[in-house]
């Protein structure tokens, strides 16, 4: 059924946070009628073990520390931040009139209630974790993701950082698709791209591509709602992408100059 921004009912799942609070303040500008549902992060513990699982506890470890590294380069990158926010128009911080429920896990009954009390006409997922097949089919409506990365070659996390590290800057963008039960594996509705500048480190590429994605997203949103959005499977190479471990990190920053 066709719908228009002011009456639909858009819901942003997120475990928050400044990127996605960005996309929040955008969206809220065109959807009056919107609500989050915000869990909460995951423990680094939880995390290190679901990655030591799958890709070995030296691994899982490295990019540990890269990920601490990476938190302390974003009070670094304070001034590219602010830069980047203005240039966009955009805010990270709370907009205390939208509407927040918060839940341990999008995952649990207490998120699927919540999302049931809602009735979304249509849900954006943004830096959250996996969905499982019971939350999504608990989801009545179209379910959109915005992924920092060009699909599917830049599946998962960091996909600027690696489109840089592969000499593939053409493809440094962000990808809006629909939510499967895969990791970003769901058809594009639409690709983003920008050139980073040369100070942009791991610790502002996704900020940047959020900030850059924000016309998109409600334009795809727009389209899913009124009908006219057509969803495609993107071609090449799939690949689902990690945090670098931080040898791994520090070679190319020492190397390349891309950090």
Not at 2 to 24: S, Y
Not at 181 to 193: K, P, Q, S, V
Not at 214 to 228: I, K, M, P, R, Y
Request: glycine share 8%.
């Amino acid at each position: 059924m066709r719908q228009d921004n002011a009456n639909a009912k858009l819901v942003v799942l997120t475990a928050g946070g400044q990127n996605p609070q960005v996309m929040i303040n955008a969206l809220a500008r065109h959807f009056p009628n919107m609500a989050v549902i915000e869990e909460r992060y995951e423990s680094k513990l939880t995390l290190l073990k679901r990655r030591a699982r799958r890709l070995g506890w030296l691994t899982a470890l490295g990019q540990l520390a890269t990920m601490i590294v990476s938190r302390f380069g974003k009070r670094v990158a304070n001034r590219r931040t602010l830069e980047i926010l203005a240039s966009y128009g955009g805010s990270g911080e709370e907009n205390p009139s939208i509407p927040v429920t918060r839940v341990s896990s999008l995952n649990d009954a207490q998120a699927h209630a919540a999302i049931a009390a809602l009735q979304p006409d249509i849900v954006l997922t943004i830096s959250c974790r996996l969905l499982t097949r019971a939350t999504l089919a608990a989801i009545p409506c179209p379910v959109v993701n915005f992924h920092a990365g060009i699909n599917p070659a830049y599946r998962g996390q960091m996909g600027g950082y690696w489109a840089r590290v592969e000499r593939d800057e053409e493809n440094f963008g962000a990808t809006l698709h629909l939510v499967d039960a895969g990791t970003d594996t769901g058809a594009t509705l639409a690709e983003i791209r920008v050139k980073p500048a040369p100070d942009d480190t791991i610790s502002t590429y996704p900020l940047l591509l959020t900030a850059a994605g924000t016309q998109a997203t409600v334009e795809v949103l727009s389209n899913v709602l009124d009908g006219t959005a057509q969803p495609y499977s993107p071609s090449g190479r799939s690949v689902l992408r990690f945090p670098p471990p931080v040898w791994t990190y520090l070679f190319n920053g020492l190397s390349r100059n891309i950090w």
